[in-house]
């Protein structure tokens, strides 16, 4: 039941949405989720999703594991009353049916009204949550905020250069993998020949992103790759191989690699680790392929790792 508490924690967070309602859904930047914002809502600043020009009312657009979904409709049965006097209901959106929940809660020193709403994208689970302050509740109604999260629609996929123009990095050459996915909306990125149906763990795949608070000694540097290369998600019975520095594109870098398993199938794999430092921060790139098809992937990890700028 993680992702159910996943799911009502998101729904505590201070964030929201506004007036009247325009035609066209619009998908946040790098969102599979959409919806038509109210009057007054436009894109979010400093997260995926939609607010007024005062900051005060906030639409939060977000995706969650697909079981997620499940894990909530399978609750609302068997407590048809919700926990904690919070009563969760069907909507029809866009998207098939959606599961939708208000409340009024405190907030600082002001009252707010709290909405939130899961729903079924088949590979995912999309999720969102909005906030209305209560000087703004005569314009963002109940009836306002319910209409909005019905419009919501969801998109198969994000286009390509619209994920990549996210990242605080550009990625110039994407090695022929076959699926973009954004991990995490302006930080990293996820190139893979699997999708979410089949697994990604059974084909080659890279994960590209930025690490902070790097060493600000060259002599630490060793040690905090090895470190960071441990700690790879997903990544079983691990062993790092050889872990040395090296020059990426004239910058001071440091290559690791590990052996371990992944996947529910317990599938070998060789890992490697790239980090190109610069400043306080460093591009971490991670390229992982089934032992067997490590000859022909290593090639790719090293095109794409030699075609991205750094931030």
Do not use: C
């Not at 006097?85 to 959606?98: D, H, M, P, Q, V």
């Not at 703004?136 to 994000?158: C, G, H, L, N, W």
């Amino acid at each position: 039941m993680k992702h159910l508490r996943l799911f009502s924690a998101f729904a505590l967070l201070a964030i929201a949405t506004t007036p009247a309602a325009a035609e066209e859904p619009v998908f946040p930047p790098g969102s599979r989720v959409g919806m038509t914002p109210l009057v007054g809502l436009g894109p979010a600043k400093k997260f995926a999703g939609f607010e007024t020009e005062d900051e005060s009312v906030k639409v939060l657009v977000a995706e969650l594991p697909p079981e997620a979904y499940g894990e909530v409709m399978n609750a609302l049965k068997s407590n048809p009353a919700g926990s904690s006097g919070i009563k969760s209901e069907s909507l029809e959106t866009g998207a098939g049916k959606a599961y939708y929940t208000a409340e009024t809660a405190k907030d600082g020193t002001g009252v707010v009204r709290r909405y939130s709403m899961i729903l079924q994208g088949g590979t995912f689970s999309g999720y969102v949550a909005a906030r209305v302050p209560e000087n703004a509740s005569k314009i963002y109604t109940d009836e306002a905020i319910r209409q909005m999260f019905s419009s919501a629609v969801v998109r198969k996929e994000v286009p390509v250069a619209e994920q990549l123009g996210l990242m605080p990095f550009k990625v110039a050459e994407l090695g022929e993998f076959k699926n973009v996915r954004t991990l995490t909306p302006g930080a990293s990125v996820l190139l893979a020949d699997g999708d979410e149906k089949s697994g990604f763990e059974g084909a080659p795949f890279m994960v590209i992103g930025v690490m902070g608070s790097t060493p600000t000694q060259p002599s630490d540097r060793g040690r905090f790759a090895e470190q960071a290369a441990t700690s790879i998600p997903g990544l079983r019975n691990s062993r790092i191989t050889t872990s040395e520095p090296l020059r990426i594109e004239g910058m001071a870098g440091y290559e690791t690699r590990i052996d371990g398993i992944t996947g529910k199938n317990n599938t070998p794999v060789t890992v490697v680790q790239w980090l190109r430092f610069g400043g306080q921060s460093a591009l971490r790139i991670i390229g992982s392929s089934p032992r067997e098809q490590w000859a022909q992937a290593f090639p790719r990890f090293r095109a794409v790792r030699d075609g991205i700028q750094p931030p």
